[in-house]
């Protein structure tokens, strides 16, 4: 069975201070990547996407930056982390056909301070 | 482009009464819909979908959902809510052609009180 690991589950960092977070997908190949931003109390909102290796697609303009490095691996990256940049991220994939529907990581709750 | 909007931003109701969130969807396209729930701090969680076929469908944990075509709705139900259900619901769709990017509605929050 397929299953999504993301980590970490918690973080806190300072302001200015670089940035990494890490999504896994195993049982399944070529999937379809996306990472979500949820603000405090907010809805979803989609940061990037991939359909392939090497493929990233932004849905917003901000201080992040998304990576695709194997075909199961997505990492989401900021060099610098602005206060704003605080909420809940989610990992999420489906296998493209649209059916199937999303599932999603466990979250990282990160606090720029 | 495909939208969702979930009018109630947030639904108290009582432990063991109905409950209904409603969600509707503009497209000019064939879709497949989907509702997910969320727990605090935690991800999204897959309660039920639509995809063809009978208009009323069942999930986990009680809830179902009926698609209307005409109306462009596709409400969420339960007959008899528990404390439990206390969380965060998303209406979401995706094009049957081109089924990559789901659009998420702004969620509904349902409180149940004892």
């Known amino acids: 069975s397929q299953t999504i690991h993301q980590w970490p589950a918690t973080l806190v960092q300072p302001v200015g201070s670089p940035l990494s977070l890490e999504c896994t997908v195993e049982?399944?190949?070529?999937?379809?990547l996306y990472w979500y931003r949820q603000a405090a109390g907010r809805g979803l909102q989609l940061l990037f996407y991939s359909v392939g290796i090497g493929q990233i697609s932004s849905e917003v303009p901000q201080n992040l930056s998304a990576s695709r490095p194997q075909d199961r691996q997505f990492i989401l990256s900021s060099k610098k982390l602005l206060l704003s940049d605080s909420g809940f991220y989610l990992c999420a994939w489906t296998s493209g056909q649209g059916g199937y529907g999303y599932t999603f990581g466990s979250g990282t709750r990160l606090t720029v301070v | 482009a495909q939208s969702v909007t979930q009018l109630d931003s947030q639904v108290p109701v009582f432990e063991e009464a109905p409950v209904e969130l409603r969600c509707n969807y503009s497209s000019s396209v064939s879709v497949y819909l989907f509702w997910y729930v969320q727990y605090p701090n935690q991800g999204l969680q897959l309660l039920l979908k639509y995809l063809s076929g009978s208009t009323l469908v069942k999930g986990i944990n009680g809830f179902e959902a009926e698609f209307n075509k005409s109306q462009t709705s596709f409400h969420l139900r339960k007959p008899s809510v528990h404390i439990s259900d206390t969380a965060e619901y998303f209406c979401a769709v995706t094009r049957v052609d081109y089924g990559q990017n789901f659009v998420f509605g702004p969620g509904t929050r349902l409180s149940v009180l004892p």
């Open positions: 049982g399944t190949s070529n999937p379809n």
